[in-house]
């Protein structure tokens, strides 16, 4: 199970093409909110695929963020501040289908309901780097537990 949620996250790759098609074909080459909103849902998507890697990998950067615990706290902080900002500027963009009240009104909210797999995946990459951390430690521990029992064991 754990090698399907590995492979999983390589469909990331396709939709971040997609998103990166829409958002720039919305913004600069056709103008429009809807196609910006396409890609909206294409990145969270995307973002919340390159959630589902394997804890047990855990890149050099990370290793440098695990072993500070200020910069833990400062990067988990951050991903729950993102999620927050998220819901409400989703929020903000759902209600302007009621306070705009015209067709500019409906492709906000239109986007603010593509912006729902942003939230999620943001806390699915909190939840995954609170893992990692854990498995981090854990991964330490056993390895510390590990080198007393061979040094005890030398000693006598």
């Not at 890609?39 to 890149?59: H, N, P, R, T, W």
């Not at 939230?119 to 893992?131: C, G, N, R, S, Y």
Request: hydrophobic share 45%; net charge positive.
């Amino acid at each position: 199970m754990i090698r399907f949620f590995h492979y999983l996250q390589y469909i990331q790759y396709p939709f971040t093409v997609l998103a990166v098609y829409y958002i720039f074909k919305g913004s600069f080459f056709q103008p429009n909110l809807a196609n910006v909103g396409i890609g909206v849902l294409c990145m969270g998507i995307a973002f919340a695929l390159s959630s589902m890697g394997d804890v047990k990998q855990i890149s050099e950067k990370e290793e440098k963020v695990f072993a500070n615990e200020k910069k833990f706290r400062r990067t988990s902080l951050f991903l729950l501040w993102l999620g927050y900002l998220m819901i409400f500027v989703t929020a903000v963009f759902i209600c302007q289908k009621w306070l705009l009240n015209n067709e500019m009104g409906e492709q906000f909210y239109q986007l603010g309901l593509n912006c729902f797999p942003l939230i999620i995946a943001v806390f699915f990459t909190l939840k995954q780097l609170i893992d990692k951390k854990e498995y981090h430690e854990l991964k330490n521990k056993k390895n510390l537990l590990a080198e007393r029992i061979n040094s005890e064991s030398t000693s006598e």
